[in-house]
Structure formats: structure tokens, C-alpha cells
């Protein structure tokens, strides 16, 4: 698989700015040309530009799997419509939930979503729906922020270095995968947040160690 390092808006969590699919990559409007040809080039996509809100977090606030969409509520009507108005073929869903960073406490690919325990029955089934894959309520090495500090692709599954023999157990179970622990950004466990990654790359941010590059390849390939 191909895999690049770099920054957006002088950041290395670049998942907080980006989610993807295997054909799209949303990414914020401000989003440097180079970085975008860098994404497009590395992940096969076409990078879609949209808003949440006003901001560029388009990676803490959306999750997005081949199937769909899913949004936290603090978007507003008018990013919603110009969403829909892509006519991208996906499932478009706002999250009605307190818990506003979708990014950050789900993570999907085209098979099966898991996501922050907190989130409610109703909430939980909108998000299948959305995504058309079952869902799972679990935590990953402690943390209810699965999206954040993890990375799953159709091809593989990077569990960040707090998971345990139990919990990595279970998750090959579920998602069919070897998966590999490992951290991002020079011993972040937030590997989730400073990655986008689909089945045919990833990209890092540039503090990452080739060491770590290499779990993640080791992991989603």
C-alpha cells in the first residue's frame, strides 16, 4: 500500500481535518492544493471540500465509510444541504447526540462500525443504518474515543499500544483481521487522529517514525 507523512494547518493529527473512503476524502475548503494532490495521489480518491460549523475539523466531526456519511449535530441546515447537494450517492445522517466528535468515538469501514459505549440505542442504530454495517459498543485500551486512537480499513485494523491481549482478541473476532498495536506521531496513542487511512494508503502525520509507519502498514496491508 502507498503511505506519505505531512502536516495540515501546521498540524500532525491530520485525521482531525479529514475522513475518507475508498473513493472520496472530505477534506476542509482551506485545504492547501499540495496537501489535497498529495491525499488524491496516496488514498485513490478525489478529495470532496466541505464544511462543519465554520470549521476545518472535518475529521473530528464526520466518520465516513463507502456507504455513507454520518455528521455531528453542531453542522448546520446549510452545510447539510450543500452535502447532500454533492449528489455523491452516500447516506447522509446528522448524530443527534452530546457526544458531538463522531470522528473521534466511531470507527468504521464498509463491513462493521465500532463506537463509544455511551452512545444510545437510537443513536446506535442510526449509525448502522447510516453506514449500512453492524455496530459494536466497545472500548479500546481504555478509551471510549475508539475513532481517535485507532485506525480501520477494509483491508486491516492498528490498535493503539493500550489495547489488550483480550480486547485485541476480540476485535480480530469481529473484524476478521490480525491487527497490529502500535503508536503514531513520534509514541502517540492517538493513532486515529494522526492518520487518514483507507485500503489503498495511508497518510500520517509527518512526526510519525518510520518505525510506526511501518506497524500501520504492517497492520492495514
Known sequence: MDAAKCQIDGSDYIGAFA????????????????????????LKTKCISISVA????IGLFCRANSNGLIISNIASDE??????????????????????????????????????PEYSIE??????????VEV????????KTVG???????KGLAINNHGTEREKAELDKITGFDSVRTTANTGSLSIGLASVANSAGVVTGDETTGFELN???QALD
Do not use: C, W
Open 19 to 42: 475522513t475518507t473512503t475508498e473513493k472520496y476524502t472530505f477534506v476542509p475548503h482551506a485545504l492547501p492544493e499540495k496537501v489535497k494532490a498529495l491525499i488524491e495521489k496516496i
Open 148 to 154: 481517535a486512537t485507532n485506525i480501520l480499513t477494509n
Open 79 to 116: 452545510d447539510i444541504k450543500r452535502i447532500k447537494d454533492l449528489d455523491l450517492g452516500m447516506n447522509i445522517a446528522v448524530i443527534k447526540s452530546s457526544i458531538n466528535a463522531i470522528g473521534n468515538t466511531v470507527l468504521a469501514n464498509d463491513r462493521i462500525a465500532i463506537i463509544d
Open 123 to 132: 443513536q446506535t442504530a442510526q449509525i448502522g443504518d447510516a453506514l449500512g
Open 136 to 143: 459494536v459498543r466497545l472500548e479500546i485500551g481504555g478509551f
Open 215 to 217: 506497524r500501520i502498514i
Open 54 to 57: 465554520g470549521t476545518d475539523l
